[in-house]
Each structure stands twice: as C-alpha cells, then as structure tokens.
C-alpha cells in the first residue's frame, strides 16, 4: 500500500510542476506576430481555398507584447482563398496589406479614428483591366458605362460601412484583382465577389478598434501561408 501510495504522490506531484502551455503556444499566430516590427495592429483573416467560411482574429501590440483582442467570424468570396487572384475570378487574394481609408454611404460613426469619405452615386472604384483607372478610387458625374466596361458603385447597399485593403497597389498589376474591402455581410452563409465581410456589429467594432496611428495591417490567408506572411513582415 505504502509502494502504491508513493506512486500516486509522484505522479500527483509530477502533475502539479509540470507548466501550463504557455499563451505563444496555444495561439497559433502569436510566436509569427513578434516578426512585425512596423505595426502595432494586425488583422488575420483565416479561411480556406474550399471554403467561404473565414475567421478574424484581431490583434495588438501593447509593449514589446502582441495580445489577441477579439475573433469574429467572416465570409469570403464565392470561390474561398486564392493565391493568384485574377480580376473576376470569386475568390478573395491571400498576403499581407495595409489598411487604407474608409468609407460608406451612412455618416462616419462614432468612434471611429481613420479617414472615412460618406460616398454618392458619383464615387466608383473601377474593376475594368483595360482602363488606366484600374483599381482607382474616382469621382465622376458624367455616365460611368460611357468611360468604363465595369466599375462598382461606392454607395452599393452593402457600402454602409467599409474598409479598404490596399491590395494590388503601386504597382497596379492590370487583371490582378480590384476593390478588395472589408464590408458587412448579406448573411454568414452568402460569399461576397473577393471582398470579406462579416456582420455589420462586428465590422462597426473593427472600425472603432483600427488605429491610423498604430499602422494596421492585415493578413489573409490558410494557417501555414499567414505564419508566412507574417514571418516575412521583418524583411518588408
């Protein structure tokens, strides 16, 4: 009996001193993030090349520390994730980005920090590879099917709020994809054209979270491609 129960306190201790996993190894994201030096906001949105269902995961950097803040979940385009994102092609582009303006066609809400431009039916951003406006943002009052083959209006019923992602920027690669945005969703189970979305609770918390002053960034990817990215965020 005494064999048995010196056993089961060496276990019992064994148990006790063992540590606990540590907040870098239960979060998948936190040992790449210490790779990012030239931001202090980092928005991952995880999700899949065979799937339109995607997760954000909302992090900062407070100290020398990166903390995850909040996860949400989100939709991509109809095609899921692609790694060669071409013009039309459903699918939203994987990389690493910056956070541009915002805007929408409802009053800038309260809270928000970053720069928001309350949009008409003179705003566009244009999807037409063959013009020099390519993935430009433009102000025109004349007829936009006269100047252009396709364009998206900036007061689109699912503009109330959004946010740019500065993807396919300087340069302008023609067919690489346009108008990449963080907008509210139809619904958690309808895929956007390439953009992401989620609910318009969790995009008006996202847009009162972002920090001009804190360079936000973001990530899109799978698992592997955003541990990558972020990885190579120190080279960039």
């Not at 949105?45 to 269902?53: D, F, L, V």
């Not at 994102?85 to 800038?108: C, H, L, S, V, W």
């Not at 431009?117 to 006269?146: E, L």
Request: charged content about 20%.
């Amino acid at each position: 009996m005494r064999k048995i129960l010196t056993a089961g306190l060496c276990m019992l201790l064994a148990a006790v001193i063992v540590p606990l996993p540590s907040k870098a190894a239960s979060d998948p994201y936190l040992s790449a993030l210490a790779h990012v030096k030239n931001s202090k906001q980092v928005i991952i949105a995880e999700g899949s090349t065979k799937s339109i269902t995607a997760t954000i995961r909302l992090y900062e950097k407070t100290g020398r520390h990166w903390q995850l803040k909040r996860i949400s979940p989100a939709v991509t385009g109809k095609n899921g994730l692609s790694f060669s994102k071409q013009e039309g092609n459903g699918a939203t582009p994987t990389g690493f980005y910056d956070i541009g303006r915002m805007f929408g066609y409802a009053q800038k809400p309260a809270g928000v920090r970053s720069s928001y431009t309350v949009t008409n039916r003179f705003h566009y951003w244009i999807d037409d590879p063959h013009s020099p406006d390519y993935n430009k943002w433009i102000y025109y009052r004349g007829d936009p099917a006269a100047r252009w083959k396709s364009f998206e209006r900036l007061n689109h019923e699912l503009y109330k709020h959004a946010i740019v992602i500065r993807y396919n920027e300087n340069p302008i690669v023609k067919n690489a994809g346009s108008a990449i945005f963080i907008h509210r969703w139809r619904t958690g189970s309808t895929p956007t054209a390439g953009c992401l979305a989620l609910s318009e609770s969790h995009l008006l918390v996202l847009m009162k979270w972002l920090d001009p002053a804190k360079s936000p960034k973001i990530v899109i990817g799978t698992p592997d491609s955003i541990r990558s990215d972020l990885v190579q965020a120190s080279a960039n």
